[in-house]
């Protein structure tokens, strides 16, 4: 097969993690005999310094005409102080440029990796494996948002149709019934009529899901529930800022947050790809960040939106040979003596 990616490295360790990761679907072509074209491409900090602009209208057009994007990271403190610029935006601006409503952040704790997770060995026996499903174009991100004319009131507006509501928890019901049939929609039904609707729709759409068990977590609660009992949880279903939230936190109780992976995906085969994490200014150009992430971010790519699924599960498993070996980075080396980026992303070439 023939794939077009759109690669925005992006900003800091972006740039580095991306190369090794291109390495890697470059290895998997040959093995598996397809052909990967790179467009690559600016956004964040960078697209700023040349164009002017977070997001130029170029980056923009390039990524809908490809057949999925593959994404570093995006922004640092040289970008920080520009009025009414952020490279942050370039991020909003794909998201609600390509129309991908649903962020897949899985919460995985590696075996090998226990030891970094800062949970009691008992809470987390059995291992860690949750799907946060977010919505991802929606609610108070993209409302309305404002000051008063005196300046002094701000507002944000939280606000959901029945589709937007619908289409997010769909995907969520899929993907639980490939796992272990289990949603927990997540949200502040005490208090917020956005997600008295939510509750509304989802009791229609897991109506026609009846093998799927559902029930509804205030975020209060889940975010409790996330370090006291992860273990409850398979499928976590919420909107735009608690699926932001809740994110950061179940990627802190895997202990590895340099190894989470991201897709985000809207109508159709089409998706974007990246790691959980940022883009790490301090260690930025050092060759001492973890690759996996975008390694594990581009197996999604090829799982979700290519249906290479034999191909997705070769880079996980060498990915998972590299850590049986005791190959580490630095954030992931606890005592041991770590490896650089570049070797990270030799060794799993090795491993394929
Ligand atoms: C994330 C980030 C973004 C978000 C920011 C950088 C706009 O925190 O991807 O989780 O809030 O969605
Ligand atoms: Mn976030």
Redesign the pocket.
């Known amino acids: 097969m023939i794939k077009n990616i759109a690669v925005i490295p992006g900003d800091g360790i972006g740039t580095e993690v991306i190369e090794q990761t291109v390495r890697v679907l470059d290895a998997i072509g040959e093995k598996f005999g397809h052909t990967f074209n790179y467009t690559y491409l600016e956004a964040g900090g960078c697209a700023i310094d040349s164009t002017g602009k977070p997001l130029p209208e170029e980056t923009l057009e390039a990524c809908k005409k490809s057949d999925s994007v593959l994404l570093g990271a995006v922004?640092g403190p040289k970008w920080e102080n520009i009025p009414g610029i952020r490279p942050?935006q370039a991020?909003?601006g794909l998201r609600g440029g390509l129309g991908l409503f649903a962020n897949l952040r899985p919460a995985i704790m590696y075996d090998q990796l226990k030891a970094a997770c800062p949970l009691k060995e008992e809470i987390i026996e059995g291992g860690l494996d949750i799907m946060i499903v977010r919505e991802?174009t929606g609610g108070i991100?993209f409302g309305e948002s404002g000051r008063s004319e005196d300046g002094q009131s701000a507002y944000d507006v939280e606000a959901y149709s029945v589709p937007e509501i619908e289409r997010l928890l769909v995907q969520a019901a899929e993907i639980a019934m490939k796992r272990k049939k289990h949603v927990t929609v997540v949200d502040k039904a005490n208090i917020l009529e956005t997600s008295r609707m939510w509750r509304e729709v989802a009791a229609k759409v897991f109506a026609d899901y009846p093998e799927i068990k559902v029930d509804f977590l205030y975020v209060d609660n889940a975010s409790m529930q996330l370090v006291r009992n992860p273990r409850q949880f398979d499928v976590i279903a919420t909107s735009?800022i608690f699926g932001?939230i809740l994110?950061?936190e179940a990627s802190q109780i895997t202990g590895s947050i340099g190894m989470l992976p991201s897709a985000s995906l809207g109508v159709g085969s089409f998706g974007m790809y990246e790691p959980?994490h940022?883009s790490a200014p301090d260690i930025a150009g050092k060759n001492i960040a973890n690759p996996l992430a975008t390694i594990l971010s581009a197996a999604m790519m090829l799982r979700y939106s290519f249906n290479m699924t034999a191909e997705a599960d070769a880079i996980e498993a060498a990915v998972g040979k590299t850590l049986d070996d005791g190959i580490r980075t630095a954030d992931i080396a606890g005592g041991a003596s770590p490896v650089g980026t570049k070797e990270m992303g030799d060794a799993v070439i090795a491993r394929l």
Do not use: K, M, R
């Open positions: 922004g942050e991020l909003l991802l991100y735009n932001d994110s950061d959980v940022g």
